[in-house]
């Protein structure tokens, strides 16, 4: 079975900085990954989704890179700021119909 | 805003009880997949419907049963509530196309979210 991990479970940062959040994954036979945010009670707004073929994608401030044979993906978040505060999940989908979560990163940002 | 509608918002039962909870998918989208969200952790897979057929399932009993429209919306029935059913329930909607019909991206709606007392 899919085991994805995300490191760490929280994170605090002063406003500017650069951060890196952590995904890794047991099986590397994967379609995609994808980083979702997820505000307090919300639902889930998709990020960036990065095939296997793919290294990386970006989109903005954000940037995802996947290393399919050592199971992992990194979010690097640049220039962060208050409005980045929530919870970032990724999911692999490795059988073609459903996302294995991770339990997600809970970030805030300080101003 | 994804365009995926849920409804209800929020809803109380009791055990034992059922309920139905309800998905608009984003227009042009023929598949959706429903999850459940325990607090704290990551979404869990339970079942997904294409065009209007069951197209793979995760570990959830056959009291959590589904249906897909001929419209793409879709329900998710739970039957004999127990209090361990209390989450966020979440569904997804994407456009299945081609040889690769399963790996697009997933639009999340802002889901229900069901307390059972």
């Known amino acids: 079975k899919q085991e994805v991990t995300q490191i760490p479970a929280a994170l605090s940062v002063p406003e500017g900085e650069n951060l890196v959040l952590n995904c890794s994954f047991t099986d590397s036979a994967i379609y995609n990954l994808q980083w979702f945010r997820q505000d307090p009670g919300k639902g889930l707004t998709s990020l960036l989704l990065?095939?296997?073929?793919?290294r990386e994608q970006t989109s903005g401030r954000l940037n995802a890179s996947l290393d399919k044979s050592s199971g992992r993906s990194t979010l690097y978040i640049a220039a962060s700021q208050p409005g980045d505060s929530a919870t970032y999940l990724c999911?692999?989908?490795?059988?073609?119909?459903?996302?294995?979560f991770g339990t997600g990163t809970s970030l805030t940002v300080i101003p | 805003e994804t365009g995926v509608t849920q409804s209800p918002t929020h809803l109380i039962k009791t055990r034992g009880q059922q309920v139905t909870l309800r998905c608009s998918s984003q227009?042009?989208?023929?598949?959706v997949s429903w999850y459940q969200q325990a607090l704290g952790q990551g979404p869990q897979f339970i079942f997904q419907y294409y065009r209007e057929e069951e197209n793979g399932r995760g570990n959830f009993p056959p009291r959590f049963s589904g249906l897909q429209f001929p419209n793409y919306s879709s329900e998710l029935n739970v039957n004999a509530l127990e209090l361990d059913d209390s989450a966020l329930y979440l569904c997804?909607?994407?456009?299945?196309?081609?040889?690769?019909?399963?790996?697009?991206?997933?639009?999340f709606g802002p889901g229900t979210r069901l307390l059972v007392l």
């Open positions: 999911a692999v989908n490795r059988v073609g119909n459903q996302f294995y």
């Open positions: 997804a909607s994407s456009l299945a196309v081609g040889t690769s019909r399963f790996q697009e991206t997933q639009y």
């Open positions: 990065i095939q296997s073929s793919q």
């Open positions: 227009s042009g989208h023929n598949t």
